[in-house]
């Protein structure tokens, strides 16, 4: 595997429900984002790991919860989702202090809530 | 105000012309500007980045950045349908690490 992974790629769930988005690194970085993309909307950040500490929550609600428990695995933890919070849930990982041609991209996850 | 400002379109050009992208920014501490393409159900790779002003050409991709007026553009020669994406432009600068701040995309479609 090399790359950005994340997974499931598509998940439907209901607003009751709890779910974990997962993204996984194979490429030595130390830092790892969660981005939100809806339609018609720039990418928003969530939050930015680096070096496994979060430096950056950007006022994202309490439903989300993230959890870093090493360099290369980043969670996103779901509960009590609403209508609004369907979207392509996309993680990214960089080296610090390196190239911005380093950041790379998942392909995401697209997010159903009913 | 936006961050970063972008056209969503969409725009629809036939093959072979010339496309023209465009984005506004406001933040000053920007010193790197990427654009990014995106295919449906794709995430974001990263096309061309230029480090403050000037000019970037690779292929028939050309990155332009103009810190004055706080303008970035990017230029597609001899457009392909293989070309048909979103394009989306971001800024960043003034952290360690990549706190990326997009604007909203353009989609574009390049017909046969």
């Known amino acids: 595997e090399t790359g950005v992974t994340q997974t499931p790629r598509h998940l439907v769930m209901g607003m009751t429900n709890k779910k974990s988005l997962k993204c996984e690194q194979h490429?030595?970085?130390?830092?790892m984002y969660w981005y939100k993309q809806s339609a018609k909307k720039p990418l928003e950040l969530m939050f930015v790991y680096s070096l496994e500490e979060r430096v950056e929550n950007n006022s994202v609600p309490s439903r989300f919860s993230p959890e870093c428990p090493n360099s290369s695995h980043l969670f996103l933890h779901l509960h009590t989702l609403q209508p609004e919070d369907s979207a392509l849930y996309l993680c990214?990982?960089?080296?610090?202090?390196?190239?911005?041609?380093?950041?790379?991209f998942g392909s995401g996850t697209r997010l159903t809530v009913v | 105000q936006k961050e970063v400002e972008q056209d969503p379109g969409p725009l629809s050009v036939p093959e072979g012309a010339i496309v023209s992208l465009n984005c506004t920014y406001s933040n000053s501490a920007f010193q790197y500007f990427m654009w990014y393409r995106q295919y449906s159900r794709k995430g974001p790779e990263l096309l061309m980045y230029?480090?403050?002003?000037g000019n970037k050409e690779d292929g028939r991709f050309t990155a332009q950045v103009d810190k004055s007026s706080k303008y970035i553009s990017l230029f597609i020669r001899d457009s392909q349908p293989s070309d048909s994406a979103t394009y989306l432009c971001a800024g960043t600068g003034g952290t360690s690490y990549g706190k990326l701040t997009f604007g909203q995309g353009t989609i574009l479609t390049v017909h046969p």
């Open positions: 490429l030595g970085h130390n830092a």
């Open positions: 990214a990982s960089s080296q610090i202090s390196g190239t911005v041609d380093g950041y790379t």
């Open positions: 230029t480090y403050s002003s």
